[in-house]
């Protein structure tokens, strides 16, 4: 493989050679699937430039940078928050720090997980199991009598 | 080259019965590792159910509000998310092929990770000397047991990140092993978003 | 990858293994009809020693005032009778009898995972022996199956229940959930990622569907007890309160975790059954499934609302009028989708032309006898009636008539059925109606009495009954049915071995079957299809054989109108590379590690059991090189 002998200060030439094989690898590999396999009904061959499970393209760095940046800002509100216990309402800070748990938890499972990029396969079979949790737990914490 | 591409068997990944490409356009081993977590969601659940159950209901031993240093979990709570932000340029660098920049942010994430596991360690040693141990009270057992069990997946995360770091120095982890990659990557963004709720319903809560 | 220049030959011990055939080839072996077959012969194997368990219960409960058994064996016996059978053989034989033939029902050539399936199997060995083992180690777990705390979780010192008991069996099933967590991942993905072409969701096989659900009710029922069995061990064994009432833990936290995990469970037990059911009445019957739409949604539903359930084992702990209305309400609700599958198979056979060899009469006993176990299980979604009958023989009666009268003549049915496609031979049929009508005669005999037993008071896991109390009799009767299952496993057992090398030559249609696995040899290639068929249809192979005239009366078509049923490879079973077709395709190469891989997990558990590190060293070292080598280690071999 080409990576592995390419030298490390990564010179062009070297990373052309490498793109080059990979189209061929990739060309090669479309062919033979379709000339051993039938494509089954129903599936997409991936369009040039995406891999198998990604609807779209993947975030570039600086989106992921700028996620970092958001998430860190949250978490800061997050803790200001909490510090506010004693002014407000209870209420309000579980209000307030449940919404913010749920933004950075939206973000990283978009973002970085690629859920807003990918087939929806994947979204819905994580969002089964979150929800699954959630409803099943508060049940028992219901009956268990924590909201009373 | 030509003799790499002529030396691999004539089998696609269909017919070898790994990682098809057909059914509904993915790959097994991304679709495994997504159902794996899924499943986590609900191992997770159990035990922060089981603290939210207990909060508030000890008689005796300290409380939260005794133990918790809120500004040094803030720390290694943002440790561990820019642990995810390595963690995906990673993923990103080996999707373009750069390698010498895959190892940098493997090696950054198991370093985050790991500076995490030992802001861990230190808290719980000093929550100790504070008097609250796995067997003091119910916030004690709770406590431990939750965020124990996600410091060792956690340190699983570690050793397989590094594990990846190792196969690419010795050139092992190509382009076109990029998955590999992605699969760690989904482990630990996982991993990191369960911290995210735990660090909201264990730590700042309001009691 | 490797590179060509990168690879030297490696130490003996680690060389990939070559062979798929001989004895040796089934400790690495990673073909799904090989594992499939290991997975039922140990839960078959399972099977008689639970059995076993129960006999001597029933010989110690055949009369009043039993001195077989001291209490303490009593309860290790009922414990370990309900953990085997849940455990070690129910789950164990649907996920045999589903390894061998979903990839074969979705023409496909193997799972999605072919390591880690036979991870799984090996896996269930680990847990089965380590789990037995306790037998030998100071005593087997004596809390009951589903394990209650306080009493299994309050520690040695403190507790009722003394030894290592209840930690072998927090450990042991947690290790066995490793295995059906594994397996479910492999399935769920084999059955969204792995079918031929045409063939869509609607048109899968009922045993596929089923499976299909079964697997997400595994994957989300585990970690929930998984999680339970971790907070028992800590209270245990490490001063945690979880469920210590004194620090103001509360032991029906346990009860929910158990629950949420078991009620699905008991439906992980019973969906498989269905899905036999619907496969066996069709071809007995030469007409299709009535309604296959809605048997499969009402599955799908079963599925659904078997989360919302589970806390109807605990209407007498005082939940709350609240709380027993609502679980009593979705009780109700979940007969309606059983229900409606009973009427569909009836609605198959009505009007077909029926064929009553073995495999439908125990399909046809399955709709029976697990209709008067729904019925008893109606009856205790009415709360005042539960509060009776809870506890009682009642509730015995109730899971035997449904896990045995339905889902394990449901198994038989099904190794009956497809016996002859894993082997090639038909199962004789004499001893099957044999074995069917003393397993009828001897199944009820045992269970119907324990409806009248535990509605006359006979309490459940208690090891002797006083005499006067009007319960002798039908104890005696219910010991006699016992020992009459006994016979008829016994001639099950003899009719498996003897036909397996005597028992008459069956084509690859052995039954004029309708699903995919017919089209193919007896016994299957290795690569199962030598080309992967296109399907058009639901029952695709049916309508290749037949069409209907005017009259609507089956007309055969003519063999080469179709795609013609392949015959045996020539030159005997050999890895199927020899075979039209069969040349060029690679199948995944045997391996080593899951085997090793599994095998660590003891050494783990038996450090945790006894708190010794030093046993910990070798498990570690055997699941991290396990793990290390089988990610090292290409799917399929280079060479190959």
Redesign the interface.
């Known amino acids: 493989m080409s990576d592995e002998v390419a030298p490390e200060s990564g010179s062009s030439i070297a990373e052309k050679v490498e793109g080059e094989v990979e189209k061929v690898e990739g060309e090669l590999e479309a062919a033979e699937h379709e000339v051993e396999e039938h494509l089954p009904e129903g599936a997409v061959t991936p369009a040039p430039g995406l891999l198998p499970g990604e609807l779209y393209p993947h975030p570039s760095p600086f989106r992921y940078v700028m996620i970092a940046v958001i998430l860190v800002v949250v978490t800061a509100l997050e803790v200001s928050v909490s510090y506010l216990e004693g002014s407000i309402a209870d209420g309000l800070i579980v209000f307030l720090l449940v919404v913010m748990a749920i933004v950075k938890f939206g973000l990283v499972a978009s973002w970085y997980m690629h859920l807003r990029t990918d087939k929806p396969i994947f979204r819905n079979f994580f969002v089964l199991g979150i929800v699954a949790a959630i409803i099943l737990y508060f049940v028992v914490l219901l009956t268990l009598h924590v909201f009373s | 080259m030509a003799q790499e591409i002529a030396a691999r068997p004539a089998a696609t990944p269909a017919a070898r019965g790994e990682d098809a490409h057909g059914g509904v356009g993915v790959t097994n081993t991304k679709l495994g590792m997504w159902l794996f977590l899924s499943s986590d969601c609900l191992f997770f659940g159990a035990f922060i159910s089981a603290f939210l159950l207990y909060r508030g209901r000890d008689q005796a031993g300290p409380k939260p509000s005794d133990v918790f240093d809120i500004p040094f979990t803030s720390a290694t709570s943002f440790i561990l998310l820019m642990s995810s932000l390595t963690m995906v340029l990673a993923l990103a660098a080996i999707q373009r092929g750069d390698h010498r920049r895959v190892r940098i942010w493997l090696l950054a994430t198991a370093l985050f990770g790991a500076t995490f596991i030992g802001g861990q360690i230190f808290e719980f040693t000093e929550f100790s000397r504070e008097g609250l141990k796995l067997d003091t009270n119910l916030f004690g057992s709770s406590f431990f047991v939750l965020t124990g069990l996600h410091g060792a997946h956690v340190t699983a995360g570690i050793v397989w990140l590094l594990s990846l770091w190792g196969l690419s120095l010795q050139g092992l982890l190509p382009t076109e092993n990029a998955e590999k990659v992605e699969v760690a990557g989904l482990y630990w963004h996982f991993v990191d978003v369960v911290w995210i709720v735990i660090f909201t319903l264990v730590y700042l809560m309001p009691t | ?4 220049t ?1 690879v030297k030959p490696l130490p003996v011990v680690l060389r990939r293994p070559r062979a798929t055939q001989g004895f040796w080839s089934w400790f690495t072996t990673v073909d799904h009809k090989k594992i499939g077959i290991m997975y039922s012969v140990t839960a078959l194997a399972f099977f008689v020693i639970g059995g076993i368990e129960a006999l001597l219960i029933r010989v110690q409960l055949a009369g009043p005032d039993g001195t077989l058994l001291t209490a303490s064996q009593y309860n290790q016996l009922f414990t370990m009778h309900g953990t085997t059978m849940v455990f070690l053989m129910g789950m164990p034989l649907a996920v045999g009898i589903a390894n061998y033939l979903i990839p074969l029902q979705i023409g ?7 390591r880690l399936n036979a991870f799984g199997y090996w896996v269930l060995v680990a847990g089965g022996l380590f789990l037995y083992s306790s037998f030998l180690f100071g005593g087997a777990p004596d809390g009951g199956w589903f394990g209650y705390t306080p009493l299994t979780s309050a520690p040695i010192a403190a507790g009722a229940l003394p030894g290592h008991g209840p930690d072998y069996w927090a450990i042991g099933i947690a290790m066995l959930g490793i295995g059906s ?1 594994t397996s ?3 399935f ?2 084999t059955i ?9 969701l609607m048109r899968m096989p009922v045993f596929t569907w089923m499976m299909f659900v079964v697997a997400f009710l595994t ?6 007890v ?3 069995l ?2 028992v061990y ?1 209270d245990r064994n ?5 469920f210590v009432g004194g ?4 032991p ?2 346990y009860q ?2 158990f629950w ?1 995990f078991g009620h699905p469970e008991v439906y992980i037990l019973i969906l498989p059954g269905m899905g036999i059911v619907s496969e066996i009445l069709p071809t007995f019957s030469k007409k299709p499934l009535f309604g296959y739409a809605v048997v499969v949604f009402s599955g799908i539903a079963i599925g659904f609302l078997g ?1 919302g359930v589970w ?1 109807h084992h605990m209407f007498a702990t005082g ?2 009028p609240v ?1 027993i209305s609502a679980f009593a309400l979705s009780t109700m609700l979940i007969a309606i989708p059983t229900g409606v599958k009973i009427f569909n198979w009836l609605g198959t056979v009505w009007g077909g032309s029926v064929r009553l060899a073995t495999p439908m009469l125990f399909a046809l006993g399955f709709i029976g006898q697990f209709t008067i176990g729904g019925l008893s299980g109606v009856l205790h979604s009415v709360v005042p009636s539960d509060t009776q009958q809870t506890d009682t023989y009642f509730v015995v009666a109730h899971f035997h008539y449904v896990l045995f009268g339905g889902l394990v003549f449901g198994i038989f049915g099904g190794l009956y059925y497809w016996f002859p496609k894993i082997y090639g031979r038909y199962m004789d049929e004499r001893l099957g109606k044999l074995n069917f009508w003393t397993m009828v005669i001897g199944f009820n005999l045992t269970f119907f009495p324990m409806h009248f037993l535990g509605l006359w008071g006979l309490p459940r896991r208690t090891y002797r009954y006083d005499s006067g109390m009007g319960w002798d009799t039908l104890n005696l009767v219910a010991t006699i049915g016992a020992f009459t299952i006994a016979v008829s496993t016994l001639v099950f057992l003899v009719n498996a071995i003897v036909s397996r090398h005597r028992g008459a030559p069956a084509p690859a249609d052995a039954w004029d079957g309708r699903s995919l696995e017919w089209s193919i040899p007896s016994p299957p290639p290795e690569y199962n299809f030598a080309e ?1 068929p ?1 399907v058009h249809a639901r029952d695709d192979f049916w309508h290749r054989k037949y069409t209907e005239d005017d009259d609507g009366r089956l007309v055969r078509l003519p063999a080469g109108g179709a795609v013609a049923v392949e015959e045996r490879p020539t030159g005997g079973d050999d890895g199927g590379h020899g075979a039209p077709g069969g040349e ?5 190469s045997p391996s080593f590690f899951p085997l090793v891989l599994a095998s660590g997990l003891p050494f783990l558990g038996y450090a945790a059991v006894w708190k010794d590190v030093l046993w910990a060293i070798p498990g570690a070292a055997l699941v991290l090189f396990g793990m ?1 080598a089988w ?1 090292m280690e290409p ?2 071999a ?1 060479d ?1």
């Open positions: 990858m490797a590179t060509a990168e496909a050539r193997d799972v999605a995972f072919p967590t479910a991942i492999n769920l993905v969204i990622n792995m079918r031929a072409p045409g063939m869509t994957l989300f029922a585990i970690p929930i998984t999680a339970a971790i907070m800590f490490l001063g945690t309160g979880f620090v103001g833990g509360d029906l936290l929910h975790l949420l989360w806390a939940l709350g709380a992967i296109t060029h395709i690679h199948m995944p290390y990610a799917p399929t280079e190959s």
